[in-house]
């Protein structure tokens, strides 16, 4: 269900990536693609994060993805309005800390921010990289998950004045605007 625009194409800095790992649990249609640890080294194989016959991810690491998935979700409903979790911030700092993810210099000046570690690991610690370099400019803040419960899904708001809070308002703030004026309308 993302937004999307003829004047950007795809978010800065990757965050697209980011958009589609918080995307796997579809609560709408009740589907998660992450729902084993074999399918969280497919979705990252996939995207280039783990080599395709790298180490497979064992039932902690697995466990880690979905904290660090749903504090990435949690991050996002906060950029939508919603209350700020703490742990969110810590979860990323963990799987930070766990891809050894740090800053490195090249040797012609170039900076990176980039993981130390392998595996899976690094995989998600890889995950962070575009969400380190848009928070440096400020388009961390239109990474969005929609406010519509049974929705969450996350979006890069295009809007000129960072406005949107739906994912698509054709579906999302419909229903939503529906079952506000349901719950005003006098009853029969």
């Known amino acids: 269900m993302p937004v999307s625009s003829e004047h950007e194409p795809h978010p800065p800095h ?6 589609d790992f918080v995307n796997t649990l579809d609560l709408d249609a009740g589907t ?3 729902a ?15 080599p395709p016959a790298g180490a497979r991810p064992d039932a902690d690491e697995h466990a880690s993805a979905i904290r660090l998935r749903e504090a990435l ?13 703490p742990d969110a911030g810590r979860e990323l700092d963990r799987a930070a800390h766990a891809g050894g993810l740090g800053v490195h210099f ?6 990176a921010v980039l993981p130390g570690a392998d595996g899976v690991a690094g995989a998600l610690a890889r995950l962070l990289v575009p969400v380190v370099d ?3 400019d400020g388009s961390w803040r239109r990474v969005k998950a929609c406010r519509a419960d ?3 899904w996350a979006f890069y708001d295009r809007s000129r004045n960072r406005s949107g809070t739906w994912c698509e308002m ?6 939503t605007k529906v079952r506000a004026y349901r719950s005003r309308a006098p009853r029969r």
Do not use: F
């Open 14 to 19: 990757d965050l697209d990536l980011v958009i």
């Open 32 to 34: 998660d693609e992450l």
């Open 36 to 50: 084993t640890p074999a399918e969280l080294s497919r979705w990252l194989s996939q995207r280039r994060l783990l």
């Open 73 to 85: 979700r949690a991050l996002m409903l906060a950029n939508n309005g919603a209350d700020a979790n």
């Open 106 to 111: 090249a040797a012609d000046g170039g900076v």
């Open 134 to 136: 848009a928070a440096a």
């Open 150 to 152: 049974d929705c969450e």
């Open 170 to 175: 054709a579906v999302c703030g419909n229903r």
